[in-house]
């Protein structure tokens, strides 16, 4: 970090080796799935000013609200399970808020059923990728960000593909084809995985082995509300 200043990106390879960035917590880097609080501010500074409402329907620990809140953006922050008092107990499937009301909107979205986030029934974390209904719960969360999105404004999401027991699994691609029926792209960005449980000397030995790839990096899909005209 240069001058305090947190590394603003210029190109579509975004890499952070740490969750966290400055000397505040943002988020919980203990969280399973936290997102990098690096990302949430990049997007941040490119499409948000002061005052602008931000909202993360599927908020987790709460990285969203941390990083919005000190660059001075107004938050709202749910989850179907909650972990602070500050995130609010929502679907994200059925947000409680006004039609084109919201300025961004922030999704890091379970990517199947590889993580257990809670054990509250309506988590989508418990659908497998594998499964085509993780896609049709995927276009309810998408459907409803675009309901609440002013025009023009900006929904990022954040995604992994899955490849397990012999079988890869386009998460990504799949979700885009989704946002794609609503939404304009503004680009694509490749987040570098960092300090995942599968990235040691077992699993890379397996991965040789049995001819597949670890997972070196997730989507940043930056989808843009058409103009209204
Ligand atoms: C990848 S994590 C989000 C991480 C978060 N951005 C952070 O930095 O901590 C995905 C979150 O989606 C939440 N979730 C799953 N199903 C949901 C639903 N139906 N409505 C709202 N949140 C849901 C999970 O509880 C989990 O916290």
Known sequence: M????PPFETTTLWDFPTQNYGDK????NKYRGVTPALVIWNLLQRYTKEGDLVVDPMCGSGTTIDVAKELRRKV???DISPVRPDIIQNDARKIPLDDKSVDMVFIDSPYGD???YSNHPNCIG?????????YRELEKVVEESYRILKHSK???WVISDMWRQKKFT???FKLYKILCKYFETVDVICLTRHH??????????????YNFYLRGFKYLFIMRKPENI
């Open 170 to 172: 386009p998460v990504g």
């Open 76 to 78: 709202i922050g749910y």
């Open 25 to 28: 917590p943002h988020g919980d």
């Open 114 to 116: 590889n993580i257990k």
């Open 196 to 209: 995942q449980t599968s990235h040691t000397k077992e699993w890379k030995e397996r991965a040789k082995r």
């Open 154 to 156: 900006i929904s990022g």
């Open 126 to 134: 418990k659908i497998p990728c594998e499964d085509e209904r993780f």
């Open 2 to 5: 240069k001058n305090n200043q």
